[in-house]
Each structure stands twice: as C-alpha cells, then as structure tokens.
C-alpha cells in the first residue's frame, strides 16, 4: 500500500555520500514541504543566482508572506509532491513532481544554499525523489525541461540517466526524458506527443 505522502521520510543508507569539497561524509534526505519551510525559502526566491536558467523565476521580491500564501496553495495541489531537500540536518533546497499523471511526473530541483552547491546533495536527492516516483507512486517515466546553458544540471541529469528526447518546444530548452521501468531508452512509443505541449509551452 502507498505510504501516507505527509508521513514519508526518504533516505537510504548509501546516502551519506562524500563531499567533493570535503570528502566528508553528508546525509541527505528529502521529506515533505511544510509551510513553515517558506520562512527559509523566500530568502532563495530573491536571489537571482538560483533561477538564472529556470523558466519560472520570480518577478518582483518575495516575503514570508508571499512564499507562505504560495505554499499553501500549491501543496494542496492533487497532482503535485513537493520535498524539502535536507543535508546533515539542514534545509538547502526543494524537489518536487508536477504533473503527476497515473504514468509520468515532471521533475524539478534547486538548492537554495548555494554553499551546497557541487557536493552532489542535488545528484542524492534526484535519486531519491525517483525512487519515490517509481516505488510509491508507481511512475514510468519522468520527464523535466533544461536550460542549454545549465551545465550542471545537465550533468547531474545524464548522471542519473536522463536522456535528451528529441522534442522541442521552446529556442535553448530540451526536455529531458527518464525510464523508470527500464534503465535505457528509448521513450515508449507514443500516438502523440501533445502532452508535453501542453506542459512545457
Ligand atoms: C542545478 C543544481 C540543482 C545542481 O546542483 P549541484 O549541487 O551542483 O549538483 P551536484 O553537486 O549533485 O552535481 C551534479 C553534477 O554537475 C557537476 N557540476 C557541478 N557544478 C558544475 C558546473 N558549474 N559546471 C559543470 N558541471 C558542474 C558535478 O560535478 C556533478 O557531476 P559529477 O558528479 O559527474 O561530477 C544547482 O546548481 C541549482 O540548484 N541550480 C539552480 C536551480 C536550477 O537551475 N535547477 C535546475 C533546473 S533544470
């Protein structure tokens, strides 16, 4: 039976991992977002470092109130589940699935503790995140957009075996495409491919 989303606490053993910098060992686990979580984020929300190649960056500068507002909407969203990313104890970022039919989801990341960026934290908690979509949820495919220029997340994808799929919809954007079924490609042969249309335009 599907575990209860609000009481799910992933991590996995292996997942203390090394860090680069470091070398130490960092434990990393992702639970679900509370709105209390929103009195950190909204300081990430006005640092434009963080959304330079996202397509959905904020506009104007975000509060408390505005992040608080904002979460308590989107985390009633049936068809969303949204984590908060946690290494050795402390918040560093969100990663959520969008979209989430009976068969895919979309995925989304960032670590709004930019200290926390390139110690592979966002590499575990995609791992994570895509055992819960393949375990919990029972997804089999995930999907999710890149910006050309976001060389890391690039990396970090194809890591984890992303693979370019050969559908465009935006000038500098790929989307990206996962199997959760099978570890190789290619994409489940389709009628069509308006779905995507639909989300990601
Ligand atoms: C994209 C993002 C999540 C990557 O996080 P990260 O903490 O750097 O990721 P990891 O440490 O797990 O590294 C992932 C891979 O990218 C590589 N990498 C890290 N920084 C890099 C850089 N500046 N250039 C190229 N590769 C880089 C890492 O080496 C690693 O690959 P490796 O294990 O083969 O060495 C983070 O930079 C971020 O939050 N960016 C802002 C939001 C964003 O763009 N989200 C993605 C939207 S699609």
Redesign the pocket.
């Known amino acids: 039976m599907e575990k209860p989303y609000e009481t799910y606490n992933i991590f996995r053993e292996k997942a203390k991992i090394q860090t680069?910098n470091t070398g130490e060992l960092m434990h990393v686990k992702i639970r679900p977002l509370k709105i209390e979580d929103a009195l950190i984020s909204y300081k990430w929300r006005n640092n434009p470092k963080?959304?330079e190649?996202?397509y959905n960056r904020p506009d104007k500068e975000i509060t408390s109130e505005i992040e608080i507002q904002w979460l308590k909407r989107v985390l009633k969203k049936p068809d969303e589940k949204r984590f908060a990313i946690i290494a050795d104890g402390k918040y560093v970022?969100n990663t959520q699935l969008t979209n989430i039919t009976n068969e895919y989801a979309v995925l989304?990341?960032?670590?709004g503790e930019t200290d926390?960026?390139?110690?592979?934290?966002?590499?575990e908690a995609v791992a994570l995140l895509i055992e819960y979509a393949k375990n919990e949820l029972n997804l089999s495919e995930i999907y999710?957009?890149?910006?050309n220029g976001?060389?890391?997340?690039i990396?970090?994808y194809k890591?984890l075996k992303f693979e370019f799929i050969p559908f465009k919809t935006r000038t500098n954007w790929q989307i990206m495409y996962r199997n959760l079924l099978m570890s190789s490609f290619p994409p489940p042969e389709r009628d069509n491919w308006g779905f995507l249309y639909e989300i990601f335009s």
């Open positions: 680069i963080i959304w190649y996202t970022g989304h990341i960032f670590i926390y960026w390139g110690k592979n934290v966002a590499s999710l957009e890149v910006n976001n060389k890391s997340a990396n970090l890591k």
